[in-house]
Structure formats: structure tokens, C-alpha cells
């Protein structure tokens, strides 16, 4: 196994973010890839890499062009406003919600934000965009590989990434890795990909990005949205629309879900990549669905995740690993190299 990481990823580290009406900590810390890298140099079970430069012409397929502007620059246009933001994330306080027009682009810095993301959970840094960017060329270079004829490559990629759209972030994500790498893969000649995310939650911005999309297949195993984030996409009966149509599959699982009914559901999906005929998969791999983590409700335990990795390896085909979520940080580690681990032996 390849295994590409992301040297800068510690460059982005949020301040706060906003959770359940107040400020707190943020979640998603460098920590999480920490103690990745830790366990695999304790249980390595493929060969480091750190990824080439970011195609950018990749990145604008998939991301709009003034999305990418913007996310280059917001830092250095925060600090002008003041040179004392410096010392402060940068978070949206406004949305174009609710019958308020987005075809203006505002000159107003707030405003701008507002318009590139749906929520105040996603700090944005000093050095988020370099991350980003790394995390991305990591997707790319893992599905780069794996279109080369590796078996199987992994992108330790933070931020992760399931949850940024075509031009907005949220969820902690600002690119979308496991999307650029089954882009990377299309344009490498694989006539169909299917990405199944197996994250706690809803991987929104990948299904909005392939959703009228007949070439790449889109899954998702995750927290019922009437109750878990993003709330607002992820129900079962969302399909697809034109030629996408069919090419989307949501399951979502409520609360206290645990390890044999989540894997049935994974058997149910991957029937999907079978008949569907991809001939490639990315794994959108979040490891949040663990039972100690602090903001999501399955009950899977570490060496369930073990298993999870044979389940996926019994699809038999190309597999790109992405990370995504996974907030009982100590355990982070353990379980993304049990599926790892899993998956090759």
C-alpha cells in the first residue's frame, strides 16, 4: 500500500469554532493525523509518501475558480482589515439564506465568507489553503497511483474534505479529497468510480458534486439527518437527478447503530458498486462511526474496523482510501490503521 501524507497539515489548526450556540475548542485538530502517523510507525502496513505539487487544473474541474480564489486569499484579506485579526480565526457571522440573493458577489469580507460556506463550525487560518492544498494533491496522487495499477493507495488528508462543494466549505472541510481523487481516476481512463463514504456524517458536498453524474457512483452510510449534520442532505430518497439519476445512494442509520447492522448496510452498498459495474472505488474513510466519539452516535468498537477493512477489500477492486472525521482523537490512529491493516491482509 502507498500511503501519502500531508507534511503541512499542521499548518491548520482552528481556534474555535461555533457548536450547539456556543464557542468551544475545535474538534478537528492536528492531533488526528498525529496519531496516524504514530501507529503507523508502530503497525506500518504500507510505504510513506509525501504527495507532488496540486494540479490545479484538477482542482478547477472539480472546484469553481472564484471558490479557489478565494480560499487563497481570505487569510491575507482578513489580516488587512486589521492587522490584530491575526490572532483570530476567521468564522462567517451571515448567510445569503432564506430568499437573500447570491448572483451579487459582495466587496464586504464577512459577506464573502457567508457566501462560501454553510456553517460557523469551520474555522479558516494561517495556513488552512496550504493544507488544503497538500491534502488535495495527496487525493490525487493516491488515485493517480491506484490508476497506475497500484491495488490500493491511502491519502492521509487534513482537512478532510466530504463535505466542500464546488464552491463552499463547511464541516471542517474546504476541498473535496475523496471527489478530486475520483475525478483524478475518470481522467485517467476508468470508465466508472463509485465513492462510499462510511463517515458518521453525510458526506454532502461529494453527493452535490456528482449528482447528475452517471460515471461516478456515489454511497453513504451515515447518521439520519433528521437528527445528525448536516441535517439538510442525506435522506434515502435522494437518487440522483437527470443522468444521475439511480447513481446515488443515501442509508442513513439512526442513533446507538452498532457494528452488524452498519455492515449490512456497507453489504447493500457495495452490492450497488457490483451491479453498477465501477470499476474503481474510493473510500471516504471517516472513523467518527466509533463508539467513544464525542459528536456522533454509532457504537463501533476498534476491532470492528479490522472487519470493515476485509468487507471493503472483498469488493475487489482499485481502492483509494481518503481520511475524513474521527474526533475521539486518541483512538483516531487505532482505527484508521485497523481498516488499513484489515483491508490488505
Given at each position: 500500500?502507498?500511503?501519502?501524507?500531508?507534511?503541512?497539515?499542521?499548518?491548520?489548526?482552528?481556534?474555535?469554532?461555533?457548536?450547539?450556540?456556543?464557542?468551544?475548542?475545535?474538534?478537528?485538530?492536528?492531533?488526528?493525523?498525529?496519531?496516524?502517523?504514530?501507529?503507523?510507525?508502530?503497525?506500518?502496513?504500507?510505504?510513506?509518501?509525501?504527495?507532488?505539487?496540486?494540479?490545479?487544473?484538477?482542482?478547477?474541474?472539480?472546484?469553481?475558480?472564484?471558490?479557489?480564489?478565494?480560499?487563497?486569499?481570505?487569510?491575507?484579506?482578513?489580516?488587512?482589515?486589521?492587522?490584530?485579526?491575526?490572532?483570530?480565526?476567521?468564522l462567517p457571522s451571515v448567510w445569503p439564506n432564506h430568499g437573500l440573493r447570491r448572483d451579487v458577489a459582495p466587496t464586504n469580507f464577512s459577506a464573502r465568507v457567508g457566501q462560501y460556506t454553510f456553517d460557523a463550525g469551520t474555522p479558516l487560518g494561517a495556513g488552512t489553503w496550504a493544507a488544503a492544498l497538500a491534502g488535495a494533491a495527496c487525493a490525487i496522487d493516491a488515485a493517480r497511483a491506484v490508476a497506475g495499477g497500484a491495488a490500493v493507495a491511502t491519502a492521509l488528508t487534513r482537512p478532510p474534505g466530504h463535505h466542500a462543494g464546488a464552491d463552499f466549505f463547511g464541516g471542517y472541510c474546504f476541498l473535496?479529497?475523496?471527489?478530486?481523487?475520483?475525478?483524478?481516476?475518470?481522467?485517467?481512463?476508468?470508465?466508472?468510480?463509485?465513492?462510499?463514504?462510511?463517515?458518521?456524517?453525510?458526506?454532502?458536498?461529494?453527493?452535490?458534486?456528482?449528482?447528475?453524474?452517471?460515471?461516478?457512483?456515489?454511497?453513504?452510510?451515515?447518521?439520519?439527518?433528521?437528527?445528525?449534520?448536516?441535517?439538510?442532505?442525506?435522506?434515502?430518497?435522494?437518487?440522483?437527478?437527470?443522468?444521475?439519476?439511480?447513481?446515488?445512494?443515501?442509508?442513513?442509520?439512526?442513533?446507538?447503530?452498532?457494528?452488524?447492522?452498519?455492515?449490512?448496510?456497507?453489504?447493500?452498498?457495495?452490492?450497488?458498486v457490483r451491479r453498477l459495474g465501477a470499476q474503481a472505488l474510493v473510500v471516504a474513510l471517516g472513523v467518527d462511526t466509533f463508539e467513544g466519539d464525542p459528536i456522533s452516535g454509532f457504537t463501533l468498537r476498534s476491532e470492528r474496523y479490522l472487519r470493515m477493512g476485509e468487507l471493503l477489500a472483498a469488493a475487489r477492486l482499485p481502492t483509494v482510501f481518503t481520511m475524513e472525521g474521527g474526533y475521539a482523537v486518541s483512538a483516531v490512529g487505532v482505527n484508521v490503521v485497523n481498516v488499513l491493516e484489515g483491508f490488505v491482509a
Open positions: 500500500m502507498l500511503i501519502f501524507h500531508n507534511p503541512v497539515h499542521q499548518g491548520h489548526a482552528g481556534r474555535q469554532e461555533m457548536f450547539r450556540g456556543r464557542l468551544v475548542p475545535c474538534h478537528e485538530t492536528p492531533a488526528r493525523l498525529d496519531h496516524v502517523m504514530h501507529e503507523l510507525r508502530r503497525r506500518p502496513v504500507g510505504m510513506l509518501r509525501e504527495p507532488g505539487a496540486p494540479d490545479m487544473a484538477l482542482l478547477r474541474r472539480v472546484h469553481a475558480p472564484h471558490y479557489l480564489d478565494f480560499l487563497a486569499s481570505a487569510w491575507a484579506d482578513w489580516v488587512a482589515l486589521d492587522p490584530a485579526n491575526h490572532e483570530v480565526d476567521i473535496n479529497n475523496a471527489a478530486l481523487a475520483a475525478q483524478a481516476l475518470r481522467d485517467a481512463g476508468v470508465e466508472r468510480v463509485a465513492v462510499v463514504d462510511v463517515d458518521y456524517h453525510h458526506g454532502n458536498g461529494t453527493q452535490s458534486l456528482f449528482y447528475e453524474r452517471d460515471d461516478v457512483f456515489t454511497a453513504s452510510i451515515h447518521g439520519d439527518p433528521r437528527t445528525e449534520y448536516p441535517f439538510y442532505l442525506g435522506y434515502a430518497d435522494e437518487r440522483g437527478l437527470g443522468r444521475g439519476e439511480g447513481f446515488n445512494l443515501n442509508l442513513p442509520l439512526p442513533v446507538g447503530t452498532g457494528f452488524e447492522a452498519w455492515a449490512q448496510a456497507l453489504q447493500q452498498v457495495l452490492g450497488e
